[in-house]
Nanobody, 126 residues
Framework: QVQLVETGGGSVQAGESLRVSCAVS????????MGWFRQAPGKEREAVAT????????EYADSVKGRFSISQDNAKNIMYLQMSSLQPEDTAMYYC???????????????????WGQGTQVTVSS
């Protein structure tokens, strides 16, 4: 079955960088929508960035635009989220999600994603 596993989270100081990874097993992700989400304590889960593998089109939330970047390793079926200039407000549990199909934008309802990882914690200290 399809599984997503996030790794790479940790604790950093404000202004530093971190890269989190999402490894997908069980299926190739060609033509899939991949997304990064985050959820801070007491807040709803929000979309950070989306990536449609069919066209390699990406979309970023305003709060992270210019600081975060998605990339992928096709051979290893891994998606990355490179985070730079991290700020305390970026502190959250970061989740990887995927769905089959080209419907892929920041506003895509969360229930439409077929698969979710367990998350990796990112903590940014000032």
């Amino acid at each position: 079955q399809v599984q997503l596993v996030e790794t790479g989270g940790g604790s950093v100081q404000a202004g530093e960088s971190l890269r989190v990874s999402c490894a997908v097993s069980g299926s190739p992700v060609g033509g899939w929508c991949m997304g990064w989400f985050r959820q801070a304590p007491g807040k709803e889960r929000e979309a950070v960035a989306t990536f449609y593998t069919g066209s390699e089109e990406t979309e970023y939330a305003d709060s992270v635009k210019g600081r975060f970047s998605i990339s992928q390793d096709n051979a290893k079926n891994i998606m990355y989220l490179q985070m730079s200039s991290l700020q305390p407000e970026d502190t959250a549990m970061y989740y990887c999600a995927a769905r089959r199909g080209k419907l892929c934008f920041l506003g895509t309802p969360l229930p439409l994603y077929n698969y979710w990882g367990q998350g990796t914690q990112v903590t940014v200290s000032s």
